[in-house]
Nanobody, 125 residues
Framework: QVQLVESGGGLVQPGDSLRLSCTAS????????MSWYRQAPGKQRELVGMIITRGGSTNYGESVKGRFTISNDNAKHTVYLQMNSLKPEDTAVYYC??????????????????WGQGTQVTVSS
């Protein structure tokens, strides 16, 4: 079993910054990539950005390019989302996702793609 836990959401004003964190736990052998998604009320969940854990290659959704930055700490199984110049349209629940290879009870490898519980980000004056 692998779990993801996000933190760092909150209420901020337009133009402010916020940093989200997501930490994976469990019998983790390897995490290949970690991603942030968001879902606003009445809208589909959309990709915010993703990072390949080995090498640090990233890609971002068009709406956040130049404002958001993804980074990770492999030793802590943690991914971060630094959000700058926040806009009201960034208001959403932000979810973490990862491609994880875990070690099962018999020593076998099991692939997981868990989701975190989400953290609310509200940008409003």
């Amino acid at each position: 079993q692998v779990q993801l836990v996000e933190s760092g959401g909150g209420l901020v004003q337009p133009g402010d910054s916020l940093r989200l964190s997501c930490t994976a736990s469990g019998s983790i052998f390897r995490i290949d990539d970690m991603s942030w998604y968001r879902q606003a009320p009445g809208k589909q969940r959309e990709l915010v950005g993703m990072i390949i854990t080995r090498g640090g290659s990233t890609n971002y959704g068009e709406s956040v390019k130049g404002r958001f930055t993804i980074s990770n700490d492999n030793a802590k199984h943690t991914v971060y989302l630094q959000m700058n110049s926040l806009k009201p349209e960034d208001t959403a629940v932000y979810y973490c996702n990862a491609n994880v290879l875990a070690i099962g009870p018999s020593g076998e490898y099991i692939a997981f793609k868990p989701w975190g519980q989400g953290t609310q980000v509200t940008v409003s004056s």
